[in-house]
């Protein structure tokens, strides 16, 4: 008798010297986007994959938390129900695609790229809507940056917090929300690395009072409201590294 796709489908047995849930998710992943599977298609009930899987219902359980999390798949109740491949947005796919770089890296100078041409946006955005809580707060991340300028672990996280704080004004919720995903990345990506050896930018220099004073010009920018002078002050800090 023929045999469904379905049914014939097999799964790879799971390595138990790895976390189980994650090869679980995946295999999943990879097995819908290696048979090109539909939104809807249904994949199998939690028992099915629990025995073509060699894992517990614990485990299953775990590792479909996860993969409805990242918009995978949908789980229904019911007869007929089980997990079926889901019906992602742009949005999620997107999401998707920045956790996939973040369990198989990237090189912390590509992020830096796409950080800089975002810089421009995320300051329009700034300018245009802080308030005078958003400007406080920027004048004390800003003195804490320039007490420990010189500080070549400390000063580089101030950096850090200093862009991610100018990016939360923005109310452009996937610039802000891929913005500081991408900061986030670089400061995981260089936690304990110092100046020239966490960010090999050509021309980046960590600690010199120009660099300061650029950033320092882009919180002035900002209090002014002055679009022309966050435009420049961003073209500066872009020509000379972060």
Not at 164 to 173: G, K, L, T, V
Not at 209 to 226: N, V, W
Request: glycine share 8%.
């Amino acid at each position: 008798m023929a045999t469904t796709q379905e049914e014939a489908r097999t799964f790879q047995r799971v390595a138990p010297a790895q976390s189980v849930a994650d090869r679980v998710v995946t295999e999943v992943e990879a097995m819908i986007k290696s048979e090109g599977l539909t939104p809807g298609h249904r994949i199998g009930t939690r028992q099915e994959l629990c025995e073509q899987f060699g894992v517990a219902p614990a485990t299953l359980g775990e590792a479909l938390r996860v993969l409805r999390a990242r918009g995978s798949v949908d789980l229904r109740p019911g007869p007929g129900g089980g997990i079926f491949v889901a019906d992602q947005s742009p949005l999620i796919r997107l999401a998707h695609s920045v956790l996939r770089l973040r369990q198989t890296g990237a090189p912390v100078n590509d992020v830096i790229k796409v950080l800089d041409a975002l810089d421009e946006a995320v300051m329009h955005d700034a300018v245009l809507h802080r308030t005078e809580a958003d400007i406080a707060e920027l004048d004390t991340v800003m003195a804490e940056l320039t007490e420990h300028w010189h500080d070549p672990i400390e000063g580089l996280h101030g950096n850090w917090r200093l862009h991610r704080r100018i990016a939360e004004i923005s109310p452009n919720a996937v610039l802000r929300t891929f913005y500081l995903n991408l900061v986030d990345y670089i400061e995981g990506e260089t936690a304990g690395a110092a100046g020239d050896e966490a960010l090999a930018v050509p021309g980046f220099r960590q600690d010199t009072d120009e660099r300061l004073h650029i950033h320092t010009a882009l919180i002035e920018a900002i209090r002014s409201g002055d679009i022309e002078a966050g435009r420049k002050a961003v073209l500066d800090h872009r020509t000379l590294g972060r």
